[in-house]
């Protein structure tokens, strides 16, 4: 994992929180989960998935035009050893849908899907941009989203039969409110049962 300033947030059953702003350039994590809209929506928030398509010289676009990724609710890719400049290991892209807004259990579900891929590959480091990383969350939505994201994990940690290994979870926070966010987070992984 690369040195992004992560502040540790809590544990559950091997799997460690913490929150940072993401460079989704520079995270060496073991997988990095990335939310990518149907669309672009114009004037909107642009984020992780841009920036990574702009790195690749415009695959995910590609992608998304040609049919193979469309971004569409729940759909997902997972690209091995991406090219440089990718530093991550795995890089898994989970479609938003046309937006997020206003749907935090939307975002927790994303979420769990992204910890269920992350404990079936073993992952010892991930970095998570999910959500708000992809468009702008009015300020109502935030700590209803993160608490979703984070019970979402803590969800599909419980169902896997066995204890997870070591695992470092990191939530971007690069949103605009990044003390809500993880106070939020905070408290969902503090009263999780």
């Known amino acids: 994992m690369s040195n ?3 502040l540790p947030i809590g544990a559950w059953r091997g799997v460690s929180f913490a929150v940072a702003q993401i460079d989704v350039l520079r995270a060496a994590d073991d997988l990095l989960v990335v939310g990518m809209l149907e669309k672009d929506v114009a004037g909107a928030h ?15 676009s590609r ?4 049919g193979i990724f469309t971004g569409g609710f729940g759909e ?10 990718i530093r991550a290991a795995t890089l898994m892209l989970i479609g938003m849908g046309a937006s997020l807004t206003g749907d935090p259990e939307a975002a927790g579900a994303l979420t769990g899907l992204a910890m269920q891929a ?3 590959i073993g992952a010892a480091s991930v970095g998570c ?34 204890q997870a290994a070591a695992m470092a979870w990191t939530f971007n926070i690069r949103n605009g409110a990044a003390a809500r966010t993880t106070a939020a987070l905070r408290d969902a992984l503090a009263v999780w049962p």
């Open 129 to 162: 941009l999910l959500g708000w990383s992809e468009c702008d969350l009015p300020p109502p939505l935030v700590a209803p989203s993160a608490t979703a994201m984070m019970r979402g994990a803590l969800a599909a940690i419980d169902a896997q039969e066995q």
């Open 46 to 60: 642009r984020g992780g998935a841009d920036a990574i398509d702009h790195a690749l010289h415009g695959t995910l």
């Open 4 to 6: 992004r300033g992560s």
């Open 63 to 66: 992608l998304r035009e040609g």
């Open 76 to 85: 997902t890719l997972m690209l091995t050893r991406p090219p440089a400049p």
């Open 118 to 120: 992350a404990l079936r």
